[in-house]
């Protein structure tokens, strides 16, 4: 059973610091990771997708994958209040159609 | 372009109730998945539709039912509702894998 794990924090950056969120997985063979805000009352809406191991930046976001660590993590710079959200790490499950989500972590911007 | 859109919004219902919760997907997309996401933890698949079948199934018992129309819109049902049923049930339209949009959710309340 493919796992995903995330400190539920919550985590609370200073406005305009860098935000750092973390999770690791159980399945070794995971190829691809995705990353999604959900406001409070809301649902997930997708930030980004990450693939390839290594970076991958878009705006003030980060993702970043290590493979043989098997973490993810993601990073937002500059963060601003409107970034307090919870954040969910979430991979294809073994069929690849369909999601397995850790938690999420919850983050909290102070200005 | 309508995204994908829930009916209803919230529901209150009573333990042993019957709720049916609709979803019409994305325009153009044509699978429906539909997520359990209970109060501080991450969506929890429950099944998918494609091509009027459910093509794939969460570890949910059979009191989940679901079904998928000739318009590719969707219906959640369960049964003899519990308490541990209150949960935000979440759509998710897709036209390929992994490229999942969701929906605004049903905030179910079972009393």
């Known amino acids: 059973q493919k796992e995903v794990e995330q400190n539920s924090g919550p985590l609370s950056v200073p406005e305009g610091a860098i935000a750092s969120l973390n999770c690791t997985y159980s399945?070794?063979?995971?190829?691809?990771f995705f990353w999604y805000r959900q406001y409070s009352g809301k649902s997930p809406e997708l930030i980004m997708f990450i693939y390839s191991n290594g970076d991958k930046e878009d705006g003030r976001f980060t993702a970043q994958l290590n493979k043989a660590s098997q973490y993810v993590s993601l990073l937002i710079r500059d963060s601003q209040p409107s970034d307090s959200a919870t954040y969910l790490c979430?991979?294809?499950?073994?069929?690849?159609?369909?999601?397995?989500f850790g938690p999420g972590t919850r983050l909290s911007v102070l200005p | 372009d309508a995204g994908v859109t829930q009916s209803p919004t919230h529901l209150i219902k009573t333990r042993g109730q019957q709720v049916t919760l609709r979803c019409s997907p994305k325009?153009?997309?044509?699978?429906v998945s539909w997520y359990q996401q209970a109060l501080g933890q991450g969506p929890q698949f429950i099944f998918q539709y494609y091509e009027e079948e459910e093509r794939q199934r969460g570890n949910f018992p059979d009191r989940f039912s679901g079904h998928q129309f000739p318009n590719y819109s969707s219906e959640l049902n369960v049964n003899a509702l519990l308490l541990g049923d209150s949960a935000l049930y979440l759509c998710a339209s897709s036209l390929v894998s992994n490229e999942q949009f969701f929906g605004p959710g049903t905030r179910l309340t079972v009393l």
């Open positions: 399945d070794r063979g995971s190829q691809s």
């Open positions: 325009s153009g997309h044509d699978t």
């Open positions: 979430a991979a294809p499950d073994n069929y690849g159609q369909n999601f397995v």
